[in-house]
């Protein structure tokens, strides 16, 4: 059987080995040390505080309940005191109201923290609280509230739940780590969602670049029926949730449509990690999986990190910076969003700190459109980058969506095949920001 793939796509250098081999160390919080835990960590309406200044919090408490039907809690990782709530820095470079708690060092949990709990003996209803409870969202970066995926307008519709062990995204190493150090928190996740699904099989895709990991869970599923390991093709951007569902059941969808629509639900590696801990351990989330790395950083490693941490403490575990970085992304250098500080938490849709010394991307001086045409052959929505760029450029909204640009998934793969090194994706989302914005008025 050929490695399941898309059409389109690239294959830009992958920098893997800078941390692939680094097994996950945990760093723990400091006694003393300020939390911050901001009320929009998720796709949706922000969380709404349970707590105010002075009050005490336990580990794994609820300090924000979700705000909507689409919203997620958000819970203490540690015990300690709440000093304040207010607005605070994050990734994006937005200030965004959040609950900053003093550890105390105590570790005083909540009741039943870390109980095992048999997931066969649990209601669909029970297991989908128990989610929700937990405050998970996507851990891929989009951070949709996984309740509300896991809860389909027609469940017996769904026939495949897809893990998303791709890790596309080049210098990204820590679903990687997390497949090869705690698959048994993967496969355990994913019983977890079949016991949801009574019609659906599990299938765990991973990029042909882990043969370790592929092994690995291979042999772990081989006596499971409803679980197999998909050998997926080295690509970007493969792990994309349209591109990996192409890619598993060639079922094609678009901006209009769900996973669901298609009969799939897609989690992330570590979503469903997450999952088990919450479900099997009694474990909200807590903790994010984080790979520090790019050619400024002394040591890359990958780290298990509580949420609220600030970032400095990161690099700092990774040795801090060998030379002073031109360039810090929060993520990967395909999707990932430019950093002008360090001074943020550790969120839920926290992924990677990626430095490099260099800013290639500052040096690049973009020239007219030659015409080629390699934007269109690598586009995995098969549009026309091109055109798109043309309605960009002159802000033509109109035309820009009857080139369907909105189903533009702001890969980055136009951009970084341009010959003319023109900012082909940055011009595409600002564009999709302005339609989106004239579309609710």
Known sequence: MG??????????????ELSEDKPIQVIAPEKGEEMVYPLSQHIGAPAK?????????????????????????????????????????????????SIIVENDGEENAIEGFGNERDYTKLSKEEIRNIIKEAGIVGLGGAGFPTHVKLTPKDEAAIDHVIVNGAECEPYLTSDYRVMMERPE????????????????????????????????????????????????????????????IYAVTGREINSSMLPADAGCVVDNIDTVAAIYNAVCKSTPLMRKIITVTGDAVANPQNFEVRLGTNYNRL???????????????????MMGQALFSLDFPVAKTSSALTTFTKDQVAAMDPTPCIRCGKCVDVCPEHLVPQMMMDA????????????????CVECGCCAYTCPAKRPLTQAFKELRKAVAASRRK
Not at 76 to 81: H, I
Not at 316 to 332: L, Q, T, Y
């Open 3 to 16: 490695l399941a793939t898309f059409i389109g796509g690239i294959h830009p250098y992958e920098g893997k």
């Open 49 to 97: 505080p349970l707590v105010a200044k002075g009050d005490q919090v336990l580990k794994g408490q609820i300090i924000a309940e979700a705000g909507g039907f689409i919203s997620a809690n958000v819970l203490s990782s540690v015990s300690g005191t709440v000093k304040g709530i207010e607005p605070r820095l994050v990734a994006n470079g937005a200030m965004v109201q």
């Open 185 to 244: 928190q993967i496969i355990g996740g994913l019983k977890v969602i079949l016991q949801l699904f009574d019609n659906a099989k599990g299938i765990i895709g991973i990029e042909n670049n882990k043969p370790e990991a592929i092994k690995k869970l291979t042999e772990m599923v081989k006596d499971e029926p409803r679980i197999e390991v998909c050998p997926l093709l080295t690509k970007y951007p493969q792990g994309g949730e349209r591109t990996l």
């Open 315 to 333: 690099k700092e575990a990774a040795g801090g910076f060998k030379e002073e970085p031109e360039k810090m992304i929060s993520g990967g250098p």
């Open 392 to 407: 960009a450029e002159r802000h033509d909204m109109e035309k820009f969506q009857k080139l369907n640009g909105m189903e």
